[in-house]
Structure formats: C-alpha cells, structure tokens
C-alpha cells in the first residue's frame, strides 16, 4: 500500500483479509504490525469466523488437534493444529478468538503454567500458575471489549464432608491478564461453597460455562444437583444457571463436553 493512503483506509482494507495475508503484512513494517496486533483491529477483524477445536487420539498415539469452521461448510474448512514440541504435555484448556490455553506440569521443576498459545502467529506465552494443586480448575477466554485474554484459576474444596465444617472459608479465585499478572477478580461474588466443578468448561459470548454439582441437604442426608456455573469474563462475576429438574438429576455420563 502506498504511503500516500491515509492509515484509517489501508486498516479498513486489512480488515477484510483473510489470516494468511495478516500474518503477511505483519513482517513487511513496524506500523502495520502494530496496527494488525492492536485490540482495536482484533475486535472489529471481520474475517474472524467461529471454529470448533476438536481433539482425539489413539490408544497409543499422542494428542491431536484440528480445527474446523463452523459453518455451512462444516466439516470441509478445517486446519490440523501441529503442538510445538513444549506443549505436547500439556492438557488444552480451551480455545477463544484464535488463542489456545494449555495447562500442565513442567517436566522439569514441576511447577504448574499455563500456555498461552497463537498457532497461525507461531507464538507462546508461558503463565507459571501460583499453587497449581490437583484440585485447581483453569478457565480460559477472551474478553469482548478489551480482547484480553484472562485465565481464571478456581481452587475449590474437593471434599464434600469437609464443606460443612468449612463454610466460613471463601473460594480461592485468581485472574491472570497479560496486562495486570494475577489478581483479586473485580467482583467479589463467588461461588457457593457446597458448589463442586467439574473440570472441561466452554467460552461463549464473553461468560465461561461450567457443568457444576451442587450438595443439597435432605431429609437424612443429601443430594447432588446439577447446574451451570458462569463467569463473565468483563464484570468478572460468578453466576448460576439452574438445569431442567430432568437434567438436573443426570449422572455425569449422560452428558456431553463439547
């Protein structure tokens, strides 16, 4: 593009290329990078189109993924994700706005982190995740204003016969943005304690959604109900969506993670 064209035109030419010639442009000056890599761009980019991250594997074979377009088209528009050697023992997380979240061990010093990763930018961010324990749930997505990516770390009470006695301790709850590190989340609404997540969750229109359990005290003991835990990923509130009382009473097996 010529020098001559004023910035505002040549970004609202870049805005209706696709990917590849983005990743193009971005090496050829200091200005175009900066303008590709802005926030502003991101969010208003409308090549951008959903994709479904899919993942399988053999008995014996490693990890794969491959990513799908969602549309009419399904499934033909696809792209196989290659790992880089570093994340194959990672477990993914979740996919939002062309970013994938890892989560894992070092093999090395042991410490939790959390991958920040850009396929068609061929670039990596390493989170190291204070206090990563067995019981530590990681959530993953993209905020719509800012277009900041946040990585929710919950540390819960697995236990459900030491909630009783441990009501007055609050949930653990931590953010992770690239521009502010960890932090306390904005709001200070948490999740029940006698709430039980489980672990695969799904980032749709700015919230994250968990599949949850909820112990209910009854005549003679108690019982297990199932509900959906969100997180918005702007206000950084927890909120509960209640399950149809048929779903609401479903073993586990009876759904289906996507």
């Not at 491959?66 to 790992?83: C, E, G, T």
């Amino acid at each position: 593009m010529s020098n001559d064209i004023p910035i505002e035109v040549q970004e609202e030419i870049m805005k209706r290329l696709p990917v590849k010639s983005l990743i193009q442009f971005r090496s050829i000056c200091k200005a175009w990078k900066s303008l590709i890599d802005g926030s502003d761009f991101i969010k208003n980019y409308s090549g951008q189109q959903q994709h479904l991250l899919l993942g399988y594997s053999g008995y014996y074979d490693e990890r794969k993924y491959v990513s799908v377009v969602d549309n009419d088209s399904f499934p033909q528009q696809k792209v196989y994700l290659a790992l880089p050697n570093m994340l194959k023992y990672f477990k993914m997380i979740g996919g939002s706005h062309g970013l994938f979240c890892l989560y894992g061990k070092d093999l090395d010093d042991k410490r939790s982190r959390a991958i920040l990763w850009n396929p068609l930018l061929r670039k990596v961010v390493v989170v190291v995740v204070p206090n990563g324990i067995d019981e530590t749930k990681i959530g993953f997505g993209v905020c719509r204003e800012t277009m900041d990516p946040k990585i929710l770390k919950i540390t819960q009470i697995e236990r459900w016969r030491d909630v009783e006695s441990l009501r007055c301790i609050r949930w653990q709850v931590e953010v992770f943005t690239l521009s502010t590190g960890w932090r306390r989340p904005y709001s200070t609404s948490l999740p029940r304690t006698s709430i039980n997540f489980f672990s695969l969750h799904v980032a749709v229109n700015g919230r994250l959604y968990w599949l949850a359990a909820d112990r209910i005290a009854t005549d003679g003991g108690f019982r297990i109900y199932k509900l959906i835990i969100s997180f918005n990923l702007t206000s950084e509130e927890f909120g509960e969506i209640n399950l149809p009382a048929t779903l609401a009473i479903q073993s586990l097996s009876k759904f289906i993670h996507v």
